[in-house]
């Protein structure tokens, strides 16, 4: 395939998919230096992009109006090539209204997932994700080299943070970061597990907590504990939650797309997996996180974690317990002592 001079990728949502396509444009940009790059996505996920040094202008829209406005703009850029890497309805539309461009797409494996779920105690699999977006660079002569994913912070979300530190008199603590939260409430390791985690982290008076949330999640607030060491992070928009994310030593998940966030700011994560799986490619990618997964027979019961459970209890969680989460937790620190 020719060496194109402008190219427009797509990929609508979700945070961690989004996430996961950063190393195609830190591959396209070292293999192609010179070539303008554009990228679509929803409006709430533009800012995980903007900084990004390899993308020249990213459209994003809200609304099925705002999409069609801007797919008319786009197609006065005159694209050389059009990476899919969502392979959807609208991308078939995007396609249809630049028809001068060449395109690669992704491979969903929507039956290979499908299989798993489907399957659970065959233990099947899939590559990670990541890999699965950068198999169509190939086509350009780019290696599918997996990195993880590196997000680009604002100068802005950098202050955000180091005054959200300064503030809340964090600067001298061990900072951990607790993401009860999750796309799916199934997916959800329960809430009183991460208080009692949360209490036996402030045994330690060096530990110091930050528990992100949205006003849509159901969990108390700050996990129901009074305690000046655990402040609550709400609502915060992507760029700040994630320039927090990396001043903190480490995260503790579930499977997310803030799993995802903190592994693209640098900060290593205990992922916490019970009714989704990472056979299914959604394994975190930054080196040093650890997955607690006990891969039981009925695991994985859905593709994102949608579907309500359907045994008399929830076994894939049964015995992640908080004391063998903190043992994880300490694992990672004393790895991290140890390579200073």
Not at 265 to 280: E, K, Q, S, W, Y
Request: aromatic fraction near 8%; proline fraction near 7%.
């Amino acid at each position: 395939m020719k060496s194109p001079d402008k190219i427009l990728v797509f990929r609508q949502s979700s945070l961690g998919d989004v996430v996961l396509t950063l190393p195609v444009l830190q591959r396209l940009r070292e293999a192609l230096p010179n070539c303008r790059i554009d990228y679509i996505t929803k409006t709430q996920y533009r800012p995980i992009l903007e900084q990004h040094p390899a993308i020249a202008n990213v459209y994003a829209f809200g609304t099925e109006d705002e999409f069609r406005v801007l797919v008319r703009e786009v197609r006065s850029n005159r694209y050389d090539l059009f990476i899919d890497l969502q392979s959807n309805f609208r991308s078939h539309y995007i396609r249809l209204r630049i028809p001068r461009a060449g395109v690669i797409r992704y491979k969903k494996r929507r039956l290979a997932r499908e299989l798993i779920v489907r399957r659970p105690g065959a233990k099947l699999a899939v590559e990670h994700t990541i890999k699965a977006y950068l198999a169509p660079l190939r086509k350009l002569g780019i290696e599918a080299k997996v990195d993880p994913p590196v997000l680009y912070l604002s100068s802005e979300a950098k202050e955000f943070a180091d005054e959200y530190i300064r503030i809340n008199s964090l600067s001298d603590k061990t900072m951990i970061a607790l993401c009860p939260g999750a796309g799916h409430k199934e997916k959800m390791w329960p809430p009183e597990n991460f208080r009692e985690l949360a209490d036996m982290l402030l045994e330690n008076p060096q530990m110091a907590m930050i528990i992100f949330r949205t006003s849509s999640d159901q969990f108390p607030r700050n996990l129901g504990i009074a305690d000046s060491r655990l402040i609550e992070a709400k609502d915060l928009e992507l760029l700040p939650a994630a320039a927090i994310l990396s001043k903190c030593r480490l995260a503790v998940t579930n499977d997310s797309g803030l799993m995802h966030l903190a592994n693209s700011v640098g900060t290593p994560v205990v992922a916490i997996f019970g009714p989704t799986n990472p056979r299914l490619g959604f394994a975190p990618a930054l080196p040093g996180s650890r997955v607690i997964c006990d891969d039981v027979s009925c695991s994985p019961c859905s593709l994102h974690g949608q579907k309500k459970c359907y045994q008399p209890r929830k076994f894939c969680f049964e015995n992640i317990t908080p004391k063998r989460v903190l043992g994880e937790l300490e694992g990672i620190l004393t790895a991290k002592r140890n390579t200073l």
